[in-house]
């Protein structure tokens, strides 16, 4: 019986050997499966990550719609920073089981250190055991890439985000342009009535109107332009029409003698106790109706009255002044007289307007003088051309009104005293032109009178950084463009028309930091490379394919030896016994014959 059964084990102990030997036959080499999917994962998540910058590149620069959207947007940098770390870090995860195997065969571990290695990719201070730095150094090396892999996807999803910006468009829509020509606006700008004559009906023109009037002065006062509405808060547009334009040059020596001979005249007048002394600033509105009769004093030539009445007047559209300056052309200051001329013309301007926040700029872009504007013959028949000249002399008149009169030292002389001081005798003491340099003389004539010093007051210097302390040539041609664009400061006298505005508003907008993107995707896929090169390594000298389930710690777990360690751990409970812990163990050839732990 014994011997039969002897028989029969050994048969069968054959036939199991046999058995077995096929079946580590058929288990020969490395399982394809395992390789694949590490390599397979590295390529997901490159292409993961290259999908995210592809996706935040489509979004770049453009308007972020409403809450919905954007939330959309974060979800998918989301998702796309999940799979990136996901993908890398399971790929990852092949090459540290492959190596941490291959690298047991080579080394004595305690069962603590063994605990520390299985666990390093999955738990970031496992790697820090000694044993495990400095035995299985590569092994550390490939759990720290593991475990910092997830970093990136903390920064990515950040490289989108939502920026203030300004978008344009051309839209046409209705903005404000000035308008002297059409026949029902002439009328807004000029106090013009019918008259009635001998050949017939005519036009007579008695002055500004008070709207006129009123922005003209403002503009001289507040020394710049008066605000104009925007067809949009933030827009820009290009107007052209046809305007009043004011030149300046310096008089002839005709000129300059008549105004000589007015002024004299002024002073030699000077009635009472109170004498015109010196005279630094003199400015009139020359009547030229009578020019070039010679039976009349100074050829034909008068003075408007310097407040003029809203009645049929004869006068000019130009203004004739003399001013006192320093002059250093001989190397040595001295005061002289300057002569000039002002005359109306019509212009064309072309000009861009453009509205940012609350602040607008107008750029001149071409501004073409065309013809001397003269003043209108008194009941001249009526035209549209005619009163077009009306309003354009409407505007002169306004503007000369700030200009006319005089500005010297006067005397008084009572009961034996002498009185000196300064007077101004003209509306220019409310207008930014007060600051020019060339009426620096009177204000110096008047400041030396009580005081020997050369300091600007500080009201004085107040006008002087007004007008930028420039010349009235130039001050004086300034304020009639300003006046002229201040009139585009009412809708009455500039409609609105359809224009191309060029609108900006502002948007929000998705804005991409690509490189901070590439740079964490780069480092990870590098480290994953790494990785995967040192699990083709692990791969190779294996032979075949490990991992960390169940069963693999089963089958290399069966020496006889490791049941009586862990005869008390039965049950598998934290924490091991010390001893248990502490014991060494090795992987490789067991005394049975098969791959697996042993005691050492």
């Not at 029902?184 to 007579?204: I, M």
Request: aromatic share 10%; charged share 10%; hydrophobic share 40%.
């Amino acid at each position: 019986m014994v011997s039969v059964g002897t028989n029969t084990s050994r048969a069968s102990d054959g036939l199991l050997s046999a058995a077995t030997t096929a079946e580590e036959k058929h288990h020969q080499g490395i399982y394809w499966r395992s390789p694949i999917g590490m390599v397979s994962f590295l390529i997901f998540g490159v292409v993961a990550s290259v999908s995210h910058h592809l996706y935040y590149s489509s979004l770049d620069g453009k308007k972020v719609g409403n809450d919905n959207d954007q939330q959309w947007a974060l979800r998918w940098g989301t998702t796309f920073a999940y799979i990136v770390q996901t993908s890398l870090v399971c790929s990852t995860g092949f090459a540290f089981t492959q190596y941490l195997w291959m690298s047991l065969k080579k080394t004595k571990m305690s069962v603590k250190g063994l605990d520390a290695a299985f666990e390093a990719n999955q738990t970031i201070v496992s790697a820090f055991n000694p044993e495990v730095l400095y035995k299985t150094k590569i092994v550390a090396l490939l759990a720290l890439i593991a475990g910092g892999l997830p970093l990136p996807s903390l920064v990515t999803p950040a490289t989108l985000f939502v920026l203030p910006s300004l978008q344009t468009a051309w839209t046409n829509m209705p903005a404000p342009v000035l308008d002297m020509y059409s026949v029902n606006q002439t009328k807004l700008f000029t106090y013009s009535v019918p008259s009635n004559t001998s050949t017939g009906s005519g036009e007579q023109f008695l002055g500004p109107r008070t709207i006129i009037s009123r922005l003209s002065t403002a503009t001289a006062t507040q020394g710049q332009i008066l605000p104009v509405n925007p067809p949009s808060s933030n827009s820009s547009f290009a107007v052209q029409f046809y305007a009043p334009s004011v030149q300046c040059s310096q008089a002839n020596s005709t000129v300059a003698t008549t105004v000589d001979f007015f002024r004299n005249q002024s002073i030699t007048n000077s009635t009472g106790n109170i004498i015109d002394w010196i005279s630094n600033y003199f400015a009139f509105v020359p009547d030229l109706s009578s020019f070039g009769n010679n039976s009349l004093p100074e050829n034909g030539v008068q003075i408007v009255d310097q407040m003029r009445p809203q009645q049929p007047t004869n006068a000019s559209n130009q203004l004739w002044m003399v001013y006192s300056i320093y002059d250093n052309s001989t190397g040595q200051k001295r005061v002289i007289d300057r002569y000039t001329t002002c005359q109306l013309y019509n212009a064309s301007y072309r000009v861009n307007l453009t509205f940012q926040d609350g602040n607008k700029t107008i750029t001149p872009l071409n501004i073409t003088t065309l013809n001397e504007v003269p003043y209108p013959v008194q009941n001249a028949p009526a035209s549209d051309g005619l009163l077009v000249q009306h309003a354009y002399s409407a505007v002169m008149w306004a503007l000369t009104e700030l200009l006319t009169g005089s500005m010297g030292i006067f005397t008084e002389n009572s009961a034996g005293t002498t009185t000196r001081f300064g007077e101004i005798t003209t509306q220019i003491e409310q207008t930014s032109l007060l600051g020019s340099s060339d009426l620096d003389v009177f204000f110096d004539n008047n400041h030396f009178l009580y005081s020997n010093s050369t300091i600007n007051s500080d009201q004085r210097q107040q006008d002087v950084d007004l007008a930028q302390n420039r010349t009235l040539d130039i001050l004086i041609p300034e304020l009639a463009f300003n006046t002229t664009m201040s009139f585009m400061n009412d809708p009455l006298l500039s409609p609105s028309v359809p224009t191309d505005v060029l609108v900006t508003q502002s948007i929000n907008t998705y804005a991409y930091h690509s490189r901070n993107l590439l740079l964490s995707y780069g480092l990870a896929i590098a480290f994953a490379v790494l990785a995967n090169l040192l699990g083709a390594y692990a791969y190779w000298q294996n032979g075949h394919s490990h991992n960390k389930s169940f069963s693999a710690i089963l089958a290399s777990t069966r020496d006889p030896g490791l049941t009586k360690l862990f005869h008390a751990e039965t049950m598998g409970r934290l924490p091991l016994h010390k001893n248990v812990q502490e014991a060494k163990l090795t992987f490789g050839i067991t005394p049975g014959g098969w791959l697996g732990f042993r005691r050492v």
